[in-house]
């Protein structure tokens, strides 16, 4: 499943991948996954570069 409704995914997903600027930037599981890391996966940049 491939959305940007974050409620939605959150309520059907075993594991969640979250892409920024096309790459994946983390990989979580359902225990994993919350608004707050997803949101911080998809807005924080890896190695500190914008």
Do not use: K, Q, W, Y
């Amino acid at each position: 499943m491939i959305s940007s409704e974050l409620p939605e995914v959150l309520g059907m997903a075993d594991r969640v991948l979250v892409m920024r600027e096309g790459r994946i930037t983390a990989e979580l599981d359902r225990a994993g996954a919350n608004p707050e890391s997803v949101m911080h996966a998809a807005t924080s940049s890896a190695g500190g570069t914008p």
